[in-house]
C-alpha cells in the first residue's frame, strides 16, 4: 500500500509564484489535513478536510487555499508564494473525525521560496 | 487555540541511559498521540492515550497520560541509537477532529 503519497517532493520558487502541492491517499480515509512544520516549531495546521465535500480553515492559513477534489485528494495551492512560506508541507489522513484514530502521514514537500 | 507544551526540546545521552520527555498543557484532551519523526519523513504514530492515568508500554518506551488529561510522558529505558530522531505529542478533542502538536524533542542517543 501506498499510504499517503505527496507530489512533488521538493520545489524552489521566486517569491510571487504559485504553484499546488498534490496529495492523495489510498486508505478510504474521511478526514484529511495540511501541515507546515518549521524548525522548532512542531507542526501547524494550515487547513483541513473532515469529509469529502468540506474544507476548513486551521492555525495558519492565510497566503493558502484547499481543494478537495474527491475523498482521495487534497490539494494545497500557494497563490503568491513569500519567503515567509519556506517550510516541509505534510499531508495527513486519519479514518474518521474522532481524534483516537492515528494520522497517516506522507513523506512530505520541501518548498524553498526566494 | 490549545497549546501543548514539550520538554526538553533537544535531549543528547549515550546508549543505555534512560530519559523522560514531557507533554504539558493547560487544556483537556480527549485523546493524545505520540510520534516518531526520521529526517526526511513523516511522522509515525507511536502510540494513543485516551484514558486519564492510562500506562502503555511498547517495548522499551512507556507512555502515561496525566489524570486530568492535560499532560503526558514518554520514557524509554536503556536508550539505543535506534531511538534517535523527533518525538511529538498531539492532542485532540473528540468534537473537534483537529489535533495540536507540540513542538518535539529531538532526541540524540550516541553509541
Known amino acids: 500500500n501506498a499510504g499517503v503519497t505527496q507530489t512533488p517532493k521538493f520545489q524552489v520558487l521566486k517569491t510571487g509564484q504559485s504553484m499546488t502541492l498534490q496529495c492523495a491517499q489510498d486508505m478510504n480515509h474521511n478526514s484529511m489535513y495540511w501541515y507546515r512544520q518549521d524548525p522548532g516549531m512542531g507542526l501547524r495546521l494550515i487547513y483541513y478536510?473532515?469529509?469529502?465535500?468540506?474544507?476548513d480553515k486551521g492555525e495558519v492559513p492565510n497566503g493558502y487555499n484547499v481543494s478537495r477534489l474527491n475523498k482521495r485528494e487534497f490539494s494545497l495551492r500557494l497563490e503568491s508564494a513569500a519567503p515567509s512560506q519556506t517550510s516541509v508541507y505534510f499531508c495527513a489522513s486519519r479514518t474518521g473525525w474522532s481524534g483516537g484514530s492515528p494520522l497517516h502521514f506522507g513523506n512530505g514537500t520541501r518548498l524553498t521560496v526566494t | 487555540t490549545q497549546l501543548l507544551e514539550q520538554s526538553p526540546q533537544f535531549l543528547s545521552i549515550q546508549e543505555g541511559e534512560n530519559l523522560t520527555v514531557y507533554c504539558n498543557s493547560s487544556?483537556?484532551?480527549?485523546?493524545l498521540q505520540w510520534y516518531r519523526q526520521e529526517p526526511g519523513e513523516g511522522p509515525v504514530l507511536l502510540v494513543t492515550v485516551v484514558t486519564g492515568g492510562e500506562v502503555k508500554k511498547l517495548k522499551r518506551l512507556t507512555f502515561q497520560f496525566g489524570d486530568a488529561r492535560k499532560d503526558s510522558s514518554l520514557h524509554i529505558t536503556a536508550a539505543q541509537p535506534g531511538d534517535t530522531g523527533l518525538y511529538l505529542c498531539a492532542g485532540t478533542n473528540t468534537n473537534a477532529g483537529k489535533s495540536t502538536f507540540g513542538d518535539g524533542t529531538t532526541l540524540t542517543v550516541k553509541p
Open positions: 487544556s483537556v484532551f480527549s485523546s
Open positions: 478536510s473532515a469529509s469529502e465535500g468540506t474544507t
